[in-house]
């Protein structure tokens, strides 16, 4: 039998969903999951874009411009300008999701063997989408006791070497919730800057921060040929089933390359792009309501969490989500029993493992993430339901 491929054996598996089938099978025989997992939100798609998706008139559904549609583009730079960056519509790339989006990026300004800084802990799949670009991600650690701040530049430039070609950065931050200041962005720009690097900057959760603090792009930062900007319609208008992401860069020679990865694939997906495009303008009541509520949802989770004996989870800046420390050893062990040994009147929860979203070895085997993307209800009783699984596993 021929042997499968070494790049396909060093994926890791996504923390995120590796356990479903565990989740599944509970579900088989009965069981309810809260899903606490996974960044799903339960919140409405604008309803623009649904309608927009039912009047679809065309006779043939057709191959969109490999960069997608100019009308989308467009909209999309006054969209952008509304949070600082100012961009061309032919500065834009449409993909299929934010995970083409990294991935294209990644293909088009690294080489295989480069080495692409990450703070960590990250989003797990930035691991998975550097081995299939051949790519080696060098973590600089972030802390849970420093509410996993931007780490010292010092960190970053002890962790740079002659293959370093970039940093990637998530802002906010999924997992953490970090909201990067413009004083660190600042300090970032000094190290990309010095050292001539690219800066990719994932921005999909922009829509959801809660502080007074006005959010900074990476794009207004000054460095025009360095950044990468990575985008998604999924999380801001609850849309990740139709795989509409971006890439947004000012780099021409980036730019051209990535044209041709764009027409390698053809084109982005059709009917998302409808969608998009029709939840772009006059949607500002819904953002605003949607933002109110993962506020909401924020402020009750991390309260109650806290509450938990043993649990520690720093308060979230931003996204929806959090990275907590559990009083046990082992979370992924917690985690797989909670599957397939706790019920709690025929109910259980499910977490994502927080050490595969950790490039050094050992860090983060107490801690899991945590969506809060649930109705407030939803999450307490997932909450009330945590918290008794944890005692019974303790008591063991």
Known sequence: MPEVSVRGQQMPLSPIR?????????????????????????VESPAKAIEAIRSIDRKTLEYSPSDGFPSLRQKLTGYYSKFGIDVKADDILVTAGGSEAILMAFMACLNPGDELLVTEPCYANYITLAVEAGVNVVSVSSKIEDNFALPPIEAFEEAITPLTRGILLCNPSNPTGYVYSPKELLQLKKIV?????????????????????PFLSAMALGLENNVVLLD???????ECG???????????????????????????????QIAAEASI?????????????YKARRDFFIKRLNSIPGVHSPMPHG?????????????EDFCRWCLTTFRD??????????????????????QVRLAYVLKIEDLARALDILEAALKAYISR
């Open 18 to 42: 590796k356990l479903t089938p565990l989740a599944n099978e509970a579900k088989r025989q009965g069981v309810k999951v809260y899903h606490l997992n996974i960044g799903q939100p339960d």
């Open 193 to 213: 800057e010095k050292y001539d690097l690219f800066l990719f900057s994932d921005e999909v959760y922009r829509e959801f921060v809660y502080t007074d603090e």
């Open 232 to 238: 998604s319609v999924s999380k801001r208008y609850s």
């Open 242 to 272: 139709i795989r509409v992401g971006m890439i947004v860069t000012k780099n021409q020679a980036v730019k051209d390359i990535l044209m041709k990865y764009c027409q390698a694939r053809l084109s982005p997906p059709l009917l998302g």
């Open 281 to 293: 303008e006059g949607v500002e009541d819904y953002l605003a309501a949607v933002h109110d509520e």
């Open 319 to 331: 996204a929806f989500y959090t990275v907590a420390s559990l009083p046990v050893e082992d979370s």
């Open 345 to 366: 009147k025929g109910e259980t929860v499910m977490m994502a493992p927080a050490s595969g979203f950790y490039r050094h070895p050992g860090m983060g085997r107490n």
